[in-house]
């Protein structure tokens, strides 16, 4: 037997909720559990796109100057693609970056900002349910509001700092919809004003929140007495606000542009029946997802969620259940019946992430069941009432059935409450996050690409160190090459793995071998120097090959070729070299990297007047870096006229970061009897040095 709702009406009636003690302390354990739950997050540092929000944004790293630009530009800008407009939690990170940005703590700080706006959404979402089910037993909205709460798809959205859109999204929807419901039971205009005030500051947090358009007139109309042309009304007032934000949008913006790649959604080559039949069977992956939240991972996309037709068994069951449910909603529409809202809200919810209605990056996400959550935490919530035969109609008695209803809702929190803190530490770093959930990933192409990224991170901060430790860490390569292989199993076209498989095989072991080569002749071990330079000949023919296939596949790609340049130059190429790196300023546009390469390449190839002019020209095109001045200094130094090298030294350190230019100049005055010059460049040694340290 259904429950209806039409009894919810009259909110000025005295009931059990209107006693603020209960509400009070109701509250306090809400803030209480979601703190013990995920209190943990605060000690994480950056991970994966969280750098990008905040220390690595050049609009973020700006601060307050930043903001003005923060709202007149678009969410993302990168490799010539420019989409999402999210000001409102861009501009919470700028401020955040302004006053803690040179502190140990900052990243600590943000998760616990994060934390922060979850816990008040949670307290919204308690005064939002107690106002909808008003002559409800008072433990329906807490219990409720605690299963939604501790849900653990909810730690993408608090420990991911990138996803704190998702949260001011929820926390403004929320907001939004209770003023609405307020206009209607009190019908004071402010209540109006303020909901499509906090629809607006959620639309400014994240583009989705448009789905809220549908929200907000089921919400009404299932738990106010609104009238028909009232909520017509409100329909249309909300659509005209919409549009009026688009096309306000449109004109103080850029045109946005946003091309999914095959491994980002392999369904961007497919036509619509198979987005259909795949959206289904994506349905039934979110309501697994929602009765069991495991495992969960940081990253879908090619080759995770299979591409399948209607005659897919799994497909064919989902989609009879979402008829069923649609059913039932709206053959209980006009009684409106608890569950039939809980249907619908859930498909409003779920709709822009199916894939049926657009496309969306990775294909499923743990993050995009986030509002979902809430009606599923209503019809557990229901279904335990219901099966322990305990009223919903406001009671303030507590007997043995309400007690196993609480009982088992506790039940479920306890692996619950382990799950959200075991996940929060494997967001702690992007190698705790990508180590623990590459064994459920072993399909997806850019996990296992971004895997082996930052093994190649730990390998390449290893190798900086002053001792050679490529004997100790070649077990960390070999295992980043396995999931760069993967990676290419699975997408042969990946052109950016092609290029970091090619960087191993030249930088890493092409360059090992040839220090060992020189290693070898220095101590006359001649027997070992052809072996030795044999394998380096079939590392930078490896490589050179890798660098190629990365081309064939984007033949734009810049950073390939400058590798080609680098891996040539390293084997002593240089006529080649300096082919490539014209090349990889031909596409980039001249990065300061190339054209200083080139520069060199120029020089070791006899063409110092070129060598010269390229450098003048890096001077005048990045002014504030030192590298044309170490370089002309070099020049100078090869040609034995000192004096002009030290000229261009000290212009180097008066602009650059490298401790060994001030050493080099103060070993000079100190061989010419000028030790307060000598001082002075080995104390701007020192500082270069530390400012390294502190970057």
Do not use: C
Not at 35 to 58: A, C, E, G, L, R
Not at 210 to 219: G, W
Not at 611 to 629: G, T
């Amino acid at each position: 037997m259904s429950v209806s709702l039409k009894s919810t009406y009259d909110i000025m009636n005295a009931n059990i909720l209107d006693d603020k003690k209960p509400v009070t302390w109701f509250s306090l354990v809400l803030l209480l559990i979601t703190f013990i739950f995920y209190s943990n997050v605060i000690y994480n540092h950056f991970s994966m796109d969280d750098y990008h929000v905040n220390i690595n944004n050049p609009i973020i790293a700006k601060g307050i100057s930043g903001i003005p630009e923060i709202w007149t530009s678009l969410y993302a800008e990168e490799s010539g693609m420019a989409y999402g407009y999210r000001p409102l939690v861009r501009t919470s990170f700028a401020l955040e970056y302004q006053f803690t940005s040179k502190m140990d703590i900052n990243p600590y700080i943000s998760h616990f900002i994060n934390l922060l706006l979850y816990a008040i959404s949670i307290l919204v979402l308690y005064k939002l349910l107690r106002r909808v089910f008003n002559n409800y037993n008072i433990w329906f909205p807490f219990l409720i509001t605690l299963l939604f709460m501790a849900h653990p798809s909810h730690t993408e959205a608090v420990a991911s700092l990138k996803n704190r859109d998702i949260i001011l999204n929820f926390l403004f929807s929320t907001m939004a919809t209770l003023q609405f419901i307020k206009w209607v039971d009190f019908k004071k205009t402010i209540h109006i004003i303020l909901g499509f005030l906090y629809f607006g500051l959620a639309l400014l947090s994240k583009e989705t929140a448009i789905a809220q358009l549908a929200v907000f007139p089921l919400v009404l109309y299932f738990f106010t007495d609104i009238r028909p042309k009232k909520l017509i009304g409100l329909i249309t007032i909300s659509l005209i606000f919409v549009a009026g934000l688009i096309v306000l949008r449109n004109l103080i913006l850029p045109e946005t542009f946003r091309l999914l790649k095959f491994w980002e959604n392999p369904l961007v080559v497919n036509d619509f029946p198979l987005r259909l039949s795949t959206g289904m069977y994506i349905i039934g992956h979110y309501l697994k997802l929602l009765v069991i939240p495991f495992p969960l991972l940081f990253y879908y996309g090619y080759n995770t969620i299979p591409i399948v037709s209607f005659a897919d068994p799994l497909v064919i069951f989902s989609t009879v259940l979402v008829i069923t449910m649609l059913t039932y909603a709206i053959y209980n529409l006009k009684r409106k019946d608890v569950i039939s809202f809980v249907i619908l809200l859930f498909f409003m919810d779920i709709s822009m992430y199916t894939n049926i209605v657009a496309l969306v990056p990775g294909i499923v996400a743990d993050r995009f069941i986030y509002f979902a959550t809430l009606p599923f935490s209503i019809f557990i919530i229901w279904l335990l009432f219901r099966i322990f035969n305990v009223s919903l109609i406001s009671n303030d008695k507590m007997n043995v059935r309400l007690v196993w209803v609480i009982l088992l809702t506790v039940i479920i929190l306890l692996p619950y409450g382990y799950y959200v803190r075991v996940r929060n530490s494997q967001w702690q770093t992007e190698m705790s996050l990508y180590s623990s959930d590459i064994k459920r990933l072993g399909n997806s192409v850019k996990a296992n690409a971004l895997y082996g990224h930052e093994l190649m991170k730990k390998v390449n901060r290893e190798l900086a160190k002053p001792v050679n430790p490529y004997k100790f860490i070649m077990g960390t390569i070999a295992k980043a090459e396995k999931h760069y292989n993967k990676v290419l199993e699975l997408d042969s076209s990946h052109y950016t793995t092609w290029n970091n498989l090619g960087i191993i095989y030249s930088r890493i072991h092409g360059n090992q071998s040839n220090l060992r080569v020189n290693s070898h002749v220095k101590y006359e071990r001649f027997d070992k120097i052809e072996e030795e330079k044999n394998n380096a000949n079939k590392y930078f023919s490896n490589s050179i090959e890798y660098f190629h296939n990365a081309l064939k596949y984007n033949p734009e790609y810049g950073s390939a070729y400058f590798n080609l340049g680098y891996a040539y130059e390293l084997q002593g190429k240089y006529d080649s070299s300096v082919i490539y790196y014209g090349k990889a300023i031909e596409v980039d546009g001249g990065e300061l990297v190339s054209m200083s390469r080139l520069a060199n390449s120029y020089f070791r190839t006899g063409q110092e007047e070129d060598a010269v002019l390229l450098n003048e020209k890096i001077i005048v095109k990045f002014p504030h870096s030192d590298k044309p001045f170490i370089n002309l200094g070099n020049y100078a130094m090869k040609n034995e006229d000192t004096l002009r090298a030290i000229k261009f030294y000290k212009n180097a350190v008066k602009l650059g970061t490298r401790p060994e230019v001030g050493r080099l100049l103060s070993n000079y005055y100190e061989s010419t009897g000028d030790l307060k010059s000598a001082e002075y460049y080995m104390r701007k040694s020192y500082e270069a040095e530390k400012q390294n340290l502190d970057k």
